[in-house]
Nanobody, 121 residues
């Protein structure tokens, strides 16, 4: 099970840190990622991180503002979001895959419940 937390309401320009805690299995074998879905839009990849954390991948829209990290010893994955914009408003989901970091959303088999992030202008 993946449990996401840290969402909330923040003003534009502010920061939030999302955390995802895994239970029942270890995430060390998984590529982990954060996705988001805004109303009426498709779920999109925000950031992904390789098993050991050496490789990361970001959506162009968040590059330079968001940072994904993981702690395999604690079985957690975090997403630090800085310089938030109203267009970042969405439900954010953490997910895991046993495939590679280029895997699209359909290839992720391990999903948590979402956490709402709302950025006001």
């Amino acid at each position: 099970q993946l449990q996401a937390s840290g969402g909330g309401l923040v003003q534009a320009g502010g920061s939030l840190r999302l955390s995802c805690a895994a239970s029942g299995r270890t995430i060390s074998s998984y590529v982990m990622a954060w996705f988001r879905q805004a109303p009426g839009l498709e779920r999109e990849l925000v950031a992904a991180i390789s098993w050991g954390g050496r490789s990361t991948k970001y959506a162009d829209s968040v590059e330079g503002r968001f940072t994904i990290s993981r702690d395999n010893a604690k079985n957690t994955v975090d997403l630090l979001m800085n310089s938030l914009k109203p267009e970042d408003t969405a439900v954010y989901y953490c997910a895991g895959t046993l495939r590679n970091i280029a895997t699209p959303a359909a290839g992720y088999s391990y999903w948590g419940q979402g956490t709402q992030v709302t950025v006001s202008s």
